[in-house]
Nanobody
Framework: QVHVEESGGGLVQTGESLKLSCTVS????????MGWYRQAPGKQREFVAQIFTNDKTIYADSVKGRFTISSNNAKNMLYLQMNNLKPEDTAVYSCYVDLYWGQGTQVTVSA
């Protein structure tokens, strides 16, 4: 059984930073990619960032230059460093590892 759980969400002001973490537990034979999506109220789920096993990363244009995705060598921890946060970054952020998903963590950025 694989379990994915996010942490680190919270309420911050515009311009501040926040670091999300994602813990992966259980047995996964191989991991191809890990990443983050987000969903704001009333909006569709939006891709944020992804990291591959070769450490190649891709980002949504809306977060490029502000967010950094990383993982540990064991691939059981995933991070999202978010800098210069904006009110439009407010959303529930969910972590995924291949086909496994977490429940999400709320990030709220006040103006």
């Amino acid at each position: 059984q694989v379990h994915v759980e996010e942490s680190g969400g919270g309420l911050v002001q515009t311009g501040e930073s926040l670091k999300l973490s994602c813990t992966v537990s259980g047995s996964i034979s191989s991991i191809n990619y890990m990443g983050w999506y987000r969903q704001a109220p009333g909006k569709q789920r939006e891709f944020v960032a992804q990291i591959f096993t070769n450490d190649k990363t891709i980002y949504a244009d809306s977060v490029k230059g502000r967010f950094t995705i990383s993982s540990n060598n064991a691939k059981n921890m995933l991070y999202l460093q978010m800098n210069n946060l904006k009110p439009e970054d407010t959303a529930v952020y969910s972590c995924y590892v291949d086909l496994y998903w977490g429940q999400g963590t709320q990030v709220t950025v006040s103006a």
